[in-house]
């Protein structure tokens, strides 16, 4: 039986053998009908590339990203392509849509592709099971995940609420408004911040939920929410992200409440963005370049054939000009 090469699905699809490459690998933007066309002909011919990754010299590794824009002003993914880089290996960075069927597709692309070796992902869509299902078995982990088994980096996450509680605390705040997902596959995570709030007697705790989209209405809902709480004398604010802690800025400025003189604001994300807010933000941080660095390890032991053991990793508090005793 003939083996069904690249130049059968170009000429099946009507196209170049270039463009049947990027339609797989994702290196160049290809029109939807063209790509649709190139499927098909791979569907219908039943071509798979050679699977044999050590015979081709793979050295490429695949990043899945939730949005493409904020990976970029991520510095984490700055850390995991520079050690991706010192160790002879290639990023290809892969957003994923919120269809299902789309993300399956792009796995399983990925996993034909001749050059990946390796898959990392930091996507929040997706689960373990769902990479052992699409991947064809490529060596593949998961970027800080709670109670994942494709994780080899643990964060203790509750040690994150715990010292913004405990700087909030020793400012003499007594409640403090937390804002988090509405959903999240990061469950465990999640439920580990909720935790850390209810336990924490010290402090009375309260959760607002970010809105659903940019438009007016859910903006307002949420300010309505702000406006209730601060009433109730709450004066601190912990934000899941540097937007999260954006929509206490912004609110705090329509409300002529100056911060930290009227409202103070911790944020709990790794982002160059919180240096950029004025006042500049204080952060919790887990250490990024420590964890990168031990993810993109754990990542190229896999796909050598090696195996490395979890490792867990603890937050440091980052003082900045956010935070202030409560005014009055």
């Known amino acids: 039986m003939k083996k069904i090469t690249m130049n059968d699905v170009a000429r099946e699809a009507g196209c170049s053998k270039a463009t049947v490459s990027y339609c797989i690998t994702h290196n160049r933007p290809i029109g939807e009908e063209t790509s649709r066309r190139v499927r098909a002909a791979i569907e219908k011919l039943g071509y798979r590339p050679d699977s044999d990754r050590r015979s081709l010299g793979k050295k490429n590794i695949a990043i899945l990203v939730n949005d493409l824009f904020r990976s970029f002003l991520n510095p984490v993914i700055k850390y995991i392509t520079e050690e991706i880089s010192e160790r002879g290996y290639i990023t290809q960075i892969y957003p994923l849509q919120s269809d299902i069927n789309r993300v399956s597709e792009l796995i399983r692309n990925i996993g034909n592709t001749r050059n990946i070796a390796g898959i990392l992902c930091m996507a929040s869509a997706l689960e373990s099971v769902d990479i052992f299902k699409w991947s064809h078995g490529i060596p593949s982990i998961i970027f ?36 988090t997902e509405r959903e999240t596959t990061e469950r465990l995570s999640v439920q580990a911040y909720f935790t850390e709030l209810k336990e924490n007697r010290r402090i009375e705790s309260r959760i607002l939920l970010p809105p659903k989209d940019s438009e007016q209405r859910d903006i307002d809902e949420l300010y309505a929410a702000f406006d209730t709480a601060y009433a109730e004398g709450f004066r601190a604010v912990i934000g899941l992200n540097a937007f999260y802690s954006s929509l206490a800025y912004r609110w705090a400025t329509r409300r002529k409440h100056p911060i930290p003189e009227g409202l103070s604001v911790i944020c709990l994300e790794n982002t160059d963005l919180a240096d950029w ?9 887990a250490p990024a370049e420590e964890i990168a660095a031990y993810t993109v390890e754990t990542l190229i032991a896999k796909i050598e054939n090696q195996t490395l053991p979890p490792k867990k990793f603890q937050p440091y508090f980052i003082p900045g000009e956010s935070t202030a005793p409560p005014r009055g």
Request: proline share 4%; net charge positive.
């Open 144 to 179: 800080i995940r709670d109670g994942c088994m494709l994780s080899p980096v643990q964060f203790d996450y509750r040690h994150c609420v715990r010292l913004a509680l405990e700087h909030f605390a020793q400012l003499g705040h007594r409640k403090v408004l937390f804002i």
């Open 277 to 285: 807010f004025i006042p500049r933000l204080t952060k919790i941080l």
